[in-house]
């Protein structure tokens, strides 16, 4: 089975830009989650996605969006970037909402705001 | 609000010294615990998880077990190896799922040849 997939792995964006991040789920996966993580902490939650509906979200602005696709795949739109938003943005795909058996993250996009 | 705490790296060990990373959350009910691991460059793994009071997680030589008591669950392993080199990170999900993992910040674990 294929695990998640995050593209681009790299990105270099200046303020005040917007930004596109995707993700792939894991085969069977219907549930996308996405977490920003800052240098030296831990994964902070951004939002959750189940059956294409938004299903909870962190305390981040509305400048922070998403979609889920028919495919269970995903996205994540940021407006007006701003320095601190510079992070590495992880996806992580479950089967189900209820998080009893942890999640399968990708390898994360690293974004630079400048 | 619900949160976990873990002990600041880096933790620096030589091969074959004994591993302990601990960790304490605060959450109202019984949360399913986790440890991640995220090696250099690359996403979270799942290392183990326990889900109800006095269970025991473990994989590839690492343990943990769910203490409610002390609200703890503390990472170990008997003989670590270089290629255990990376950041740890224990989390938690509230009782009954919901819709977000909450993570500590992290301990770095450095093993020297």
């Known amino acids: 089975e294929t695990g998640v997939t995050q593209s681009p792995t790299h990105l270099i964006k200046t303020r005040g830009q917007q930004v596109t991040l995707r993700c792939s789920s894991q085969s069977g996966h219907n549930t996308v989650s996405w977490y920003q993580q800052a240098l030296g902490q831990g994964p902070q939650f951004i939002f959750q996605?189940?059956?294409?509906?938004?299903?909870g979200r962190g305390n981040f602005p509305p400048r922070f969006s998403g979609l889920q696709f028919p495919n269970y795949s995903s996205e994540l739109n940021v407006n007006a970037l701003e320095l601190d938003d510079s992070a590495l943005y992880l996806c992580?795909?479950?089967?189900?909402?209820?998080?009893?058996?942890?999640?399968?993250f990708g390898s994360g996009t690293r974004l630079t705001v400048v | 609000g619900d949160s976990v705490t873990q002990m600041e790296g880096p933790v620096t060990l030589s091969e074959e010294a004994f591993l302990t990373i601990n960790c304490t959350y605060t959450a109202t009910g019984y949360p399913s615990l986790f440890w991640y691991v995220q090696y250099p460059g690359e996403g979270l793994q799942l290392l183990l998880k326990?889900?109800?009071?006095?269970d025991k997680g473990s994989n590839k030589g690492f343990e943990a077990t769910y203490r409610k008591e002390t609200t703890s669950f503390h990472l170990e392993k008997g003989s670590v190896q270089v290629s255990d080199s990376a950041v740890y990170f224990c989390?938690?999900?509230?009782?009954?799922?919901?819709?977000?993992?909450?993570f500590g910040a992290g301990t770095r674990l450095f093993v020297k040849a």
């Open positions: 992580a795909s479950s089967f189900g909402w209820v998080f009893i058996d942890g999640y399968t």
């Open positions: 996605y189940y059956r294409e509906e938004e299903n």
């Open positions: 989390a938690l999900s509230p009782p009954g799922g919901g819709f977000k993992t909450i």
């Open positions: 326990a889900t109800k009071a006095d």
